[in-house]
DNA sequence: ATAGGCACCTGGTGGC
DNA sequence: TGCCACCAGGTGCCTA
């Protein structure tokens, strides 16, 4: 699923559909995906105008011209696709319903969004934007990777005391939220750090390059619309291209890529997901 | 407080 | 072809 890159890339997919004009129509297929919908949700939502789109983690923030926040997270295997009249040489041209389709928003602009999950671990709310500091999911968040309070005096800080290893840490959401196992990986291996190291005992040294690399990993996958793997899917329909980049992730039994390394692409599991790296060079 | 294990779901893949 | 085990971009709750 869809970690901070591909969440970006697909808030982007939706903008152009959803900016600006209003929610006419929202079909809502079951009563839950994760979580219970929201009781009113169609109800609240129908007739609001789309006044902003924003990205908080791997969360999709709508704000909405009566004061309410729309939230929706992805999941594992949450896609968003965008069809309708907008743009019509891009989108495609006909609203087909698809297996797994849980929400279909129509806006007076001829577009609809659809979010499809098969697996159903995403989940959407809805609230008044005061209650966003508050909000069960979002308070517990840290700082965004790519923003300022994100920088290596706060690693180092919030890695000092964390006895788990570093790999676990930066999946930890409340230390700096948004990156998922691919990144993770991904950025481990730029940075020459073993995903076993113990998080606490990484020298600032070692932690300070961190901070650029996982930026720069990001910001290429951004750059690429995110990684396609199984699921992901701009809303155009169009794959991502990142995983074409990947040095680690899912490359097990490859050769590390990095120059002159002897060494050989391994997964171990950890916390009962997989880990990739290079035990040469990673230390 | 904190780290690890497991549950929540469906679908794709590879082995036999 | 079929069946089965295993795997998957996340998160939160429970337990030790």
């Known amino acids: 699923m869809p970690e901070l890159p591909e969440v970006e890339t697909v808030k982007a997919g939706m903008t152009p559909a959803m900016l600006n004009a209003t929610i006419v129509k929202v079909d809502q297929n079951r009563p839950n995906l994760r979580y219970p919908f929201p009781d009113d949700l169609v109800s609240r939502l129908?007739?609001?105008r789309v006044t902003q789109l924003r990205r908080r983690s791997k969360y999709i923030l709508i704000d909405l011209s009566q004061g309410d926040v729309l939230l929706l997270h992805l999941g594992m295997s949450g896609r968003v696709r965008i069809s309708g009249d907008v743009q019509s040489a891009f989108y495609s041209?006909?609203?087909?319903?698809?297996?797994?389709d849980h929400l279909v928003i129509r806006m007076d602009n001829g577009s609809h969004i659809t979010f499809n999950d098969p697996r159903r671990f995403g989940f959407v709310d809805l609230f008044e934007q005061a209650e966003e500091a508050t909000h069960r999911h979002l308070k517990k968040l840290g700082p965004e990777p790519?923003?300022?309070s994100f920088n290596d005096t706060y690693l180092i800080e919030a890695l000092a005391n964390k006895r788990a290893p570093i790999k676990s840490a930066l999946l930890?959401?409340?230390i700096v939220s948004g990156l998922g196992n691919i990144y993770v990986c991904e950025a481990l291996w730029r940075a020459k750090i073993s995903p076993k190291k113990e998080a606490a005992?990484?020298?600032p040294q070692k932690i300070k390059p961190l901070v650029p690399i996982i930026r720069e990993v990001l910001q290429e996958a951004i750059a690429a619309g995110g990684s396609?793997?199984?699921d992901h899917r701009q809303t155009n329909g169009e794959m991502g291209y990142f995983q074409h980049n990947f040095s680690v992730y899912d490359q097990e039994g490859q050769p590390c890529p990095r120059d002159a390394c002897k060494g050989k692409i391994k997964r171990i599991v950890q916390s009962g997901r997989s880990s990739f790296y290079c035990?040469?060079?990673?230390?």
């Open 228 to 230: 396609s793997l199984r």
């Open 172 to 174: 930890d959401q409340g």
């Open 93 to 100: 041209q006909h609203v087909q319903s698809q297996k797994h």
């Open 201 to 203: 005992k990484l020298s």
């Open 146 to 148: 790519l923003g300022n």
């Open 46 to 48: 129908e007739g609001q």
């Open 279 to 283: 035990s040469y060079c990673q230390r």
